[in-house]
């Protein structure tokens, strides 16, 4: 276990692997997720690059702290742990919220920032007024309140019924989210507007969707695919908002193979 104070906070992450020439790899989880959900990918990626995981501002066992609510505070967080690790050259893999942090990353940071892979994201998600319902329904009766609806969003039919121990577990990870950094997140998204970012883009940059992402669906990231300029898109087929989760092995070779293109050396 990690545990370093960043900026205001102390942040949770894990370093996998050992400093070279080559770009870390960096993954960021989803809105009321922890970095756990990154264990099937790491274990078929199979330690052939080095990797950082980390709990986001708010969530699993990094603080939440005082600042602004915001992307940028968030993406400010990131660029602070590459520098205490001595980072300087990334591959950036964010999911849903993950992704609007990957890029503002970029913005901000261009210099860290080697390669993109945007899964399940866009430029941006929701309006501020379905942010502002799901946070006077969390701030009122907690997560629980509208987690089985995430987690139909989260996860197909398919996964509901033939994996229920797994879906329970991460019903847990989200109702056991402290409801301050998940509201704080919320009024993050409710913000943020990556468009002229994306635009600007000009990194290699892969976008994965699952075909039945009730969160962020196919369509929508096929518009951040379509403003990245030279952005590959990928579907991966029976996963929804998590398909890391849901369908590792598609996942994992879609990254492995981006991160390939990115090292032909390798």
Known sequence: MRLTRINDIVLHHRLNGT???APVVVFINSLGTDFRIWDETMARLGGEWTTLVY?????GLSDLGNAQPSIATHAA???ALLDHLAIRRTIICGLSIGG??????YASRPDLVQAMILSNTA?????AQSWGERIAIAEAGGIAAFADGVMEKWFTPAFHSRRADELAGYR?????QPATGYVAACKALASADLTETA???SVPALCIVGDQDGSTPPALVRSLADLVPGARYEIIEGAGHIPCVEQPEAFAA????????QSPER
């Open 19 to 21: 400093s070279s020439d």
């Open 55 to 59: 709990d986001k501002r708010g969530h």
């Open 77 to 79: 967080d990131l660029a």
């Open 100 to 105: 609007l942090i990957a890029l503002q990353l």
């Open 123 to 127: 430029h941006k998600i929701g309006t």
């Open 172 to 176: 847990n990870m989200l109702v056991r």
């Open 199 to 201: 635009q600007g883009v």
């Open 254 to 261: 879609l990254v492995s193979a981006f991160i390939r293109s």
